[in-house]
């Protein structure tokens, strides 16, 4: 570089104008600048000078160089005893539908970060430190993680070990005297922290149920723009049969001819701009229910549904990503189960006292 800056400026040959010759200067000065400061692309110019070099153990020994796989058939279908595409053509996944090292390589890539929230009101804090434990284990292993806490109880969040690249916040929030009103002022919450700072944080956010456990791989799999999960009680049942919010008078009502699938509260999200939209519209329309002295049926669960009728998911995730084994058994049809209820007396764990 040097050299080329010298016999620019030395004009050995005596044919450059002047002011080319500090335009040509000024052009090499700008890109090398570039390569030098930006973080971008020390990143990944430190990708590429490691790409003979083996991944970390969650990418099973693929490469950033090679990337050895069996080839994909166009005449033969993943699988073939489920839906894996919706009419809007966006994806629905199970196992056998998707290559995690493919996956994994390109949101590495990417440089992503997942923020994960889940809320510990009341007594529902017994339930975090098997959640995170299990999330430590099962969730987005190999990348970066930031687990968002929502809790009116901050000392009683526990200690849990975390891996290289996640880390915990606790984000002290009120209670409110019922459990209803606790499940629905999340989507308030989750709207004003995305305004706040997972704009500035995070690339993508999964929104959780904190009652719940990993217990099998839930990785870069699930993440797209939005991405909503098949509810385990409805999957099989026609439209008619889905508990929407039937009351005309609701803003989440569903006519009996309308609706996709019936999707779970307790497991959603996508990108940051598109959760703090979907969160944002779900909890004006619950100020708008209470202000006509409704309250829908299913709560912000009645209103997610609404909104994911009208502004498709990019995916889908199949009731693997949600399901409860202890009422549901393991139908064939699940080759797994990801993220799955923990036992308890709903009852008891809801009651104030």
Known sequence: MAKLLWTLAGKPNGHLP????????????????????????QMLGSLGASAAVREPDSLEGSTLSRMVYPQPKVLTP?????????????????????????????????????GLTVFAIKKYVVFLKLFLETAEKHFMAGHRVIYYVFTDRPDKVPHVALGPGRRLQVLRVRSYARWQDVSMRRMQMLSEAAEQRFLHEVDYLVCADVDMQFHDHVGVEILSSLFGTLHPGFYRHPREAFTYERR???QAHIPRDEGDFYYMGAFFGGSVPEVQRLTKACHQAM?????????????????????????????????????????????????KLRFVAVPKNHQEIRSPR
């Open 18 to 41: 002047r002011p080319l010759i500090f335009l040509l200067i000024t052009l090499v000065l700008v890109l090398l600048g570039y390569g030098v400061l930006n973080p971008r692309s």
């Open 78 to 114: 993943s699988r073939t005893d489920v839906l894996v595409l919706t009419p809007w053509l966006a994806p629905i996944v199970w196992e056998g539908t998707f290559n995690s090292d493919i996956l994994n390589m390109q949101f590495r890539l990417q440089n992503t970060t997942v």
């Open 248 to 250: 005309p008078q609701s």
């Open 287 to 335: 100020m708008a229910d209470r202000a006509q002295g409704i309250e829908a049926v299913w709560h912000d669960e009645s209103h997610l549904n609404k909104y994911l009728l009208y502004h498709k998911p990019t995916k889908v995730l199949s009731p693997e990503y949600m399901w409860d084994q202890q009422l549901l058994g393991w139908p064939s049809v699940l080759r």
